[in-house]
């Protein structure tokens, strides 16, 4: 089975200031797809940011990278110049191949301090 | 386009009643997904729906909870006989379905449905 884990129950950052999240998997597949959500006080999970396991270059969207190690099975995220609006609960979920179920890990609940 | 949603947003039911939630999915997103979040944790599956499949319905945690998608589209998830663990938000997702390992796609989420048994 695969597993997600997250191993920072809570992290704080000052605004405007870089900070990154772990996450780490585990699975035997090769091919397999990676995500990072978030989910505001509003409860409404929003997608992040997506990496295919097959593509060597780190996705990126705006102030959020991906740091994706394969061979270490390890997928941080990046987010530069921390925004109040960034304060939220960040989830990492793993998605495999032939299969649409997603797999999510615990959380990290990020807050950005003014 | 309409994302998903799902009502109520919220409900409070006494322990032993039954309860409906529903979710309407994205128009054209044939996999639809439950999942219950308890405070502070993260997601747990319950159950998938894909096109005219039978249902993945491995995370259901007893046989108090059911769910039926009708027309491949709108879903519904039943739990019978509430205890007060079931308290949880409950969240659908829905997304489109790809046909090779190279193409999977990305869930949308609804804004759920916050479930408290008293």
């Known amino acids: 089975a695969q597993t997600v884990t997250q191993s920072q129950p809570e992290m704080s950052v000052q605004e405007a200031e870089t900070v990154t999240l772990s996450c780490t998997y585990d699975t035997s597949e090769s091919n397999y797809y990676l995500f990072w959500y978030k989910q505001p006080p509003s409860r409404q999970m929003i997608l992040v940011i997506r990496?295919?396991?097959?593509?060597?270059q780190n996705a990126t969207e705006n102030r959020f990278s991906v740091n994706f190690q394969k061979a270490a099975k390890s997928f941080s995220l990046k987010i530069s110049d921390s925004q109040l609006g960034d304060t939220a609960m960040y989830f990492c979920a793993f998605m495999k191949p032939y299969n649409n179920d997603m797999r999510f890990g615990a959380g990290t609940r990020l807050t950005v301090k003014p | 386009g309409a994302g998903v949603s799902q009502s109520p947003s919220n409900k409070v039911t006494e322990k032993g009643k039954d309860v409906e939630l529903r979710c309407d999915p994205i128009s054209g997103h044939t996999a639809l997904y439950w999942y219950r979040q308890s405070l502070g944790q993260g997601l747990e599956f319950l159950i998938y729906f894909q096109g005219n499949s039978a249902p993945d319905k491995s995370g259901l945690p007893s046989d108090r909870f059911s769910a039926e998608r009708t027309g491949g589209s709108v879903s519904t998830l039943t739990i019978q006989r509430t205890q007060q663990e079931d308290s949880a938000v409950y969240l659908c997702?829905?997304?489109?379905?790809?046909?090779?390992?190279?193409?999977?796609?990305?869930?949308?989420f609804g804004p759920g449905t916050r479930l408290t048994v008293t």
């Open positions: 990496q295919e396991a097959y593509k060597q």
């Open positions: 997702a829905s997304s489109l379905v790809g046909t090779s390992a190279n193409k999977r796609y990305e869930q949308y």
